[in-house]
């Protein structure tokens, strides 16, 4: 099984990448040796940059100035999850799409997310990448009210 990478109706991205090997999946609640959660984290920001690239050279993707980004994964049961605890993994999706150069950085000003969703179906991770009109202008400091 491979990387998908499509474009919506609406214009979205889409990056489907199938779980082959559920212990490659970092969660917020795992107690990794650091050396064993590099190795996960490389293998998820690896595997986003060459799909995410491949579609950059191939013109199906555009680059973008920013995004809002939705994470699913999907689950052959259905059994309660909480799909929060796998933002780590998500994370590393993201670093591999700012590696491939589909957006400039991941800080708040391109990125919004991403917003972790759990769902029902083969066990996979969807991102959908929504292309925003302009990078977001940094907030201004000042006294919280």
Known sequence: MTAET???DTGELILTLPVLDHEHLITANQRRHWSRTF???SYWRTWAHIAARNALNRGTWPKLS???ITCTITWPDR???DAAN???TAKALVDGLIDAGLLPDDDNTHVTGPDM???T???AIHLAITPQPTAAAPMARGPLP
């Open 6 to 8: 499509t474009v919506s």
């Open 39 to 41: 190795r996960h984290t």
């Open 66 to 68: 920013a995004a809002a």
């Open 79 to 81: 059994r309660r999850r």
């Open 86 to 88: 796998w933002h780590p």
């Open 117 to 119: 969703r759990a769902g």
């Open 121 to 123: 179906g083969p066990y």
